[in-house]
């Protein structure tokens, strides 16, 4: 893999002019990219192929991808949520948040973890993404919980597939982190979510 070099008017090594600051960061520093994404690193400690963790890595960024759009997503009801259920919803929005960055976290670096290059920012996130963004505006609260929804339904089905694709192909480090780490706390989610499109009247006709 080549190492990036800096520009020579960014090195640091230079002695200083008179009257120079010795101190001043030189924090313009520019430089070619040390891996592109969509590539892995072919000699790494562990026995995977490299042709096996590169499918592994595609897949898993697409599952990156969709996590943080569901991320990103509960974050924005949280702060738009209204109506009578404002303060529970308010607050377990957060927490499934909370508990997506977590998950976030955890799939990128298992794909940098097999050599790869996760995917990061919004923009790059949103070309890709099968759970495609809520409008900017504010909706009601069962269009929120759907739009959440069937972002979990995308993550869950992406989980299994992966997960069985992984033990095919011999990926045990990745079948275990898809299932254990993000298929069962997606899951657990989707139910705290899904009870609340549940048509329940406060008194029950005798
Ligand atoms: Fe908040």
Redesign the pocket.
């Known amino acids: 893999m080549a190492v990036a070099t800096l520009e020579k008017s960014q090195t640091s090594l230079e002695t200083p002019q008179k009257g120079q600051q010795q101190v001043a960061p030189h924090w313009h520093a520019q430089a070619k990219e040390i891996q592109k994404y969509g590539t892995c690193i072919a000699d790494m400690p562990h026995r995977l192929p490299v042709d096996v963790r590169e499918k592994m890595v595609a897949r898993l960024n697409q599952l990156l991808a969709d996590s943080i759009q569901i991320r990103d997503m509960y974050k924005k009801h949280?702060?738009q949520v209204s109506g009578p259920t404002f303060y529970q919803l308010?607050l377990l929005f957060?927490k499934h948040f909370e508990e997506q960055v977590e998950l976030v976290d955890t799939i990128a670096e298992r794909i940098q973890i097999l050599g790869g290059v996760s995917i990061a920012m919004g923009g790059d996130v949103a070309e890709i993404a099968q759970v495609k963004s809520p409008p900017r505006g504010r909706e009601e609260v069962p269009v929120q919980i759907s739009r959440l929804l069937e972002a979990h339904k995308i993550i869950m089905q992406d989980c299994h597939d992966i997960a069985e694709e992984a033990d095919k192909l011999g990926d045990d480090g990745t079948n275990d982190m898809v299932i254990s780490d993000i298929l069962r706390p997606n899951e657990l989610q989707s139910w705290f979510i899904n009870q609340h499109l549940v048509e329940m009247p406060l008194i029950l006709d005798k």
């Open positions: 949280h702060w308010h957060d």
